[in-house]
């Protein structure tokens, strides 16, 4: 998914591509095609707001093209700003907070590289992001519910195997932003549990250099007495 820029026409085919026949609707076409417009011909742009409107109502297509007209932008070092608005949109649009929280626990890992749908479950069953979960079989299902909804959103895509999902570097800075804004609490959660580790392990040197000192004094009030 590369972040280039096309003529207004081929974008519009484009667009018509990755939302399918959710254009079909003639009472959708003018909004589809001025969506399309606020793109700006930007690749990225183009694939993601599609993949948050497929198979959508009216009233969102409405809302979208509000949004990407008059929402509020982050300034992220060389990004256009209808890029980060295309991607902020598919994030409001995701179906439930679940698919949101999961969506930034991907940005959380490794960058540029294929993330392991395995550690995936395992985080995200330690951060209690998964609702009505009883067992592992069922938070595994869910992690692929999941993936496929943002796969088909375009903001998650396939890795280099069945195990593996990838991040585009661009989404993932976008999650990260979003991330960041303080309503989501468990990246902060993340860090606080990394200082408790640091925490811990500082005290316990303090514990032995502790312990040390007690039996340097232990051993000198022995020696004084033998002494005596």
């Known amino acids: 998914m590369e972040v280039g820029s096309l003529p207004e026409e081929e974008a519009w085919i ?68 209808k890029v980060y608005k295309s ?29 392991l749908i395995e550690e995936l479950l395992k985080y995200g069953m330690g951060l209690c992001i998964f609702s009505g979960i009883e ?3 069922d938070a595994r299902n869910r992690v692929y519910l999941l993936l496929e909804i943002l796969k088909d959103g375009f903001l998650l895509s396939q890795g280099s195997n069945k195990n593996h999902v990838k991040m585009h570097d661009v989404v993932r800075d976008v999650a990260i932003s979003i991330a960041s804004e303080g309503e989501h609490n468990f990246m902060e959660q993340s860090e606080a549990s990394d200082d ?33």
Request: proline share 1%; net charge negative.
């Open 87 to 115: 991607l902020r949109l598919s994030y409001d649009h995701l179906e439930s907070d679940e698919a949101r929280y999961f969506f930034l626990l991907c940005s959380l890992l490794e960058e540029d590289s294929d993330i």
């Open 135 to 137: 067992n592992l079989e």
């Open 14 to 81: 484009l667009f018509k591509e990755k939302v399918g026949n959710s254009v079909d609707d003639f009472s959708l076409l003018d909004i589809a095609k001025n969506v399309s417009k606020e793109c700006k011909g930007l690749l990225l742009a183009i694939i993601t707001v599609a993949g948050a409107l497929k198979r959508k109502a009216k009233p969102f297509w409405k809302d979208a093209l509000k949004q990407l007209r008059d929402a509020e932008t982050r300034n992220i070092l060389g990004m256009h700003t």
């Open 196 to 228: 408790d580790d640091e925490s811990e392990a500082t005290n316990g040197d303090e514990f032995e250099a502790s312990d040390d000192d007690e039996s340097k004094a232990t051993n000198g009030d022995e020696s004084e007495a033998t002494e005596s």
